[in-house]
DNA sequence: AAATGACTATAATTCAATTACGGTCATTTG
DNA sequence: CAAATGACCGTAATTGAATTATAGTCATTT
């Protein structure tokens, strides 16, 4: 393995494990069996080297989120498998959960920037599907990016944000019900 | 005005002024000419006494939300009309701006519990507008509970939430027609 | 009986000393 | 000699002791 690689493999796993600040450049080196000075002529600073491993990290989310769609599934059905596969992903990714972690309650810029970044990603990624789904006459007319990002906050909501404030976890199938019967409903053709 | 009142109005207006935080009871008991000891004849504490003037607050907007409303108006129209008129005052009312600062900056816990408990009692009232709309068979039987909480949702995606991320707020009328053609057309009988 | 503010215990804040860290670059290594 | 290295540098973060501020009490006053 290059060294390279190995910079960004014990990058990865040090991120994962103490999240971006925790993270020190000297323990990176140490684990990646490598000079401190050898990472900087790979990456220009800590940012850059974080940076490297969320675009990883995305790709194999987007990866994930489309193989959970199912081949002539419905446009509701690949649309809702691919949200909850993305909103699985915030909680079984190390990385992912580590990072929503700090940018909440140590709000690091450099982590609470790459949130929104991804979270932009999404919504486009959701955006892109709509417009196929357009393009397929499998759904209507609309403002595209409004309805990606609409489609994208009620998952949040009813995914993540429930559970909070009433105690308990919403059932998928209710979930499914309910957007089913709400804005999948007036979506569809 | 009584002794109790005084108080009450000098601990608003420091609240409203300083947050929750930096208000001293020292302060208040000067704001309201009173003994500090005198206050806690009143409130149990600075809590209590905070929680106090959050009732208030919450009564104002409840008020304000139901004065929103137009008579002989539709469902989808009352709705948009109340929902918009709750938003605005999370950013009108002074108060209500400053804590979801200090929740949001300082995370006061106390603050943050009672911004929980608002989004509750939100979320309770729209889902009594629902229900009453059901009643009066305007509105499709649904989860009144889970439609409440997606409806609120919604609102604070495209009204609260869409600007922080694409540099400019939405119009009320691009919301309004987003919202018709999605979730209040497959909520309308 | 109601009001008060000096008082107390604890929590928050300062600030100087120390430590930790990101990034550099003269030296070493293969 | 090009790539790798880690001691080194300036700055940022942390610590802890000293100080200050504050919520809440209660003996005294009104």
């Known amino acids: 393995m290059d060294r390279r690689t190995e910079i960004l493999e014990a990058a990865a796993k040090s991120f994962a494990l103490f999240g971006y600040k925790a ?18 002529t790979f990456f220009a600073n800590k940012e850059e080297l974080f940076n490297a491993i969320v675009v990883g990290m995305i790709e194999e ?66 955006a892109e599907k709509i417009q196929k789904g357009i ?19 009620s998952y949040m909501a009813l995914v993540v944000d429930w559970g909070k404030t009433h105690g308990q976890e919403l059932d998928e199938t209710e979930i499914i019900d309910l957007l089913s019967n709400t804005i999948f409903k007036s979506l569809i053709i």
Chains 1, 2 share one sequence.
């Open 23 to 40: 993270t020190t450049m000297d323990q990176v080196a140490k684990i990646a069996n490598v000079g401190k000075g050898t990472i900087y």
């Open 61 to 126: 989310m987007r990866t994930k989120a489309e193989a959970a769609a199912i081949v002539g599934g419905t446009f509701e059905e690949n649309a809702h498998a691919r949200l909850m596969s993305i909103l699985k992903f915030r909680t079984t990714h190390q990385l992912y959960a580590k990072l929503i972690d700090e940018g909440k309650e140590i709000r690091t810029p450099a982590v609470q920037e790459v949130l929104a970044d991804i979270e932009t990603q999404i919504v486009k990624f959701i």
């Open 135 to 153: 393009d397929r006459g499998e759904v209507k007319s609309c403002n595209v990016e409004m309805v990606a990002y609409l489609l994208f906050k």
